[in-house]
């Protein structure tokens, strides 16, 4: 088991070592989901001032946005107090974006399904971590089907995006749904196997990526299937 050292005393340290990390891993997603719903609640507002400076760009300029603070936030997960600052951007760019498209999905297919594609992401982020945790299985195996689930959900959103596509955009979100349920279990299993205990922030936002995904892509598949 991953938290199983020698016994006695260094096993007790090593286990209280442990907790605290997964603690802190979660203590960051968590402020990470609550910038993210200021950002949702700012969305309407952030699209009344952005949409006529950037016009037919205004979903490129935020893509870019969020992809831009990925990286910033990736790269200094282990900066303090940097990482706080760009995990923080990162989350509320986001959260901006997932207000803005649930925003459109409530207006055209209603609430519930707003609030069904947040139960769902619920549901599966709770039923998967037990898995990871209760089984403490190492679920590695999972990375290459993940790195081509991310591959196609990157390069087919993209296709589907400049073309207009709006069914290879529902299939891609059914893949993106499937990775990031793979990607949530893979990570989760690292985070209590992992002999690097210095960085919580880096765990805590694949945490929160691959939760975005599966909650902005059942927005996608049913706002489509209600619309």
Known sequence: MAWDTRGGIPAAAGLQDRIAFVRQVYLWL????AV???GALSGPFVAA???PLTGRFFVWVLFGAQFGTLLWASAVSRR???NRLAFGVFTFVSGVIAGILSLVVARQAGLG???AAFGMTAADFLVLTAV???SRRDFSFLRSFVIVGISIMFFGGLIAAIFNLST???LVSAVAVIACSAKLLWDTSAMLRTGDLED???FALSLFVSLYNIFISLLNLLGNRRS
């Open 30 to 33: 968590v402020g990470g989901f």
């Open 36 to 38: 993210a719903g200021l």
């Open 49 to 51: 001032w952005l949409l």
């Open 80 to 82: 303090k107090p940097m």
């Open 113 to 115: 399904t707003v609030l």
């Open 132 to 134: 990871a945790m209760v």
């Open 168 to 170: 290879l955009s529902l």
């Open 200 to 202: 919580p922030a880096g």
